[in-house]
């Protein structure tokens, strides 16, 4: 009896599921980030040509010179339009860790003392998620002025109240597991008990909602450089390029064009960032973003019905063993 138990244990242990590889909508988003980190890093360091200085005739197509064209002044569209797309993830991404850090301390807190001090939290929360984005990032250009260093400080104020709602519902399923209480009744401080044993074990959603919420960073800060209350000229923006470069539509549509490539690669990155770390972080039956889950669930499908007639098969000859068994006992 106990070797079967004990290879019982073992087949049982051989057959735990694993943790799914990184899918493709990971490697996809984490691909163009990347590669829009070494374009933006190749003309931080070594432009071909000065993104304020003058490189071609204006409104020149792409050419040999200037792979991308000119702008109305010159400029070469391809320098201008890397440097747009690193402060645009420059601003988002920094935006998103400020968010990150703020909401993910008072979710703590929210969630693990409980009673008045989560009421009083939340209910800010709750007040902080009704005022639009753009309205409060307006609002704090406005006080403070204007720039990426005041947008990230915005729209990370902007951003917190989701990290706390998101990291303070986990905080209070695992506050009365059994290695908190152990902590705690051993005199671990309130503090270290939640830094080492609760922030650990509750990361998953911090990770989805920074990607998700870098999505949203890149959309808004186009939305301000657009309307002139975001990234001030001459520092490229890919929201302001769009908004000056509009009356030059009919002539050099790429002008157009070309930035607005940049926020959506970049916003897509994002999220495609997001869903790849919540299929690996947190596996659904299928991911996302899956070319072979089709063909799994045909296999589940056809082994299923496989077992159902087999189990069927079986249960009709034990039957008929029983009645052959009863009429020869009459």
Sequence with gaps: MTVTRELAMVKAAGTRRRRPKLGPSFWSGAGILVGILLIAGWM????????????????????????????????????RLALAARTSLFISGAGALLGAV???????????????????????????????????????????????????????????????????????????????????????RGSRVVVEHLLPNVLTPLFVQFASVASQIVLIEAALSYLGQGVQAPEPSAGRMISEFTRFMQLQPLLIILPS??????????????????????????????????????????????????????????????????????
Excluded: C
């Design 44 to 79: 931080t360091f070594w432009p071909p040509y000065d993104p304020l200085g003058t490189a071609g005739p204006p409104l020149s197509g792409p050419s040999g010179a200037n792979l991308l064209g000119t702008d109305n002044l010159g400029r070469d569209t391809f320098t």
């Design 261 to 330: 490539l940049v926020i959506i690669l970049l916003s897509a990155a994002w999220n495609l960032l997001a869903d790849g770390l919540q299929d690996w972080l947190a596996p659904r039956r299928e991911p996302a973003f899956s070319l072979t889950g089709t063909k799994r669930r045909r296999r589940s499908s056809k082994k299923a019905h496989a077992g159902t007639a087999d189990t069927e098969h079986r249960t009709t000859d034990t039957e008929h063993r029983t009645t052959d068994t009863e009429e020869s006992q009459l």
């Design 102 to 188: 703020v909401g993910t301390t008072f979710g703590l807190i929210a969630g693990y003392v409980g009673g008045w001090v989560d009421a009083v939290i939340m209910r800010i929360v709750d007040a902080m998620l009704a005022l639009p984005a753009i309205l409060v990032a307006l609002i704090v250009g406005v006080v403070i002025g204007n720039g990426p260093i005041p947008l990230i400080f915005a729209l990370g104020l902007v951003f917190a109240p989701g990290f706390a709602r998101v990291m303070r519902a986990p905080v209070i399923a695992m506050r009365e597991r059994d290695f908190v209480l152990a902590a705690r009744l051993s005199g671990v």
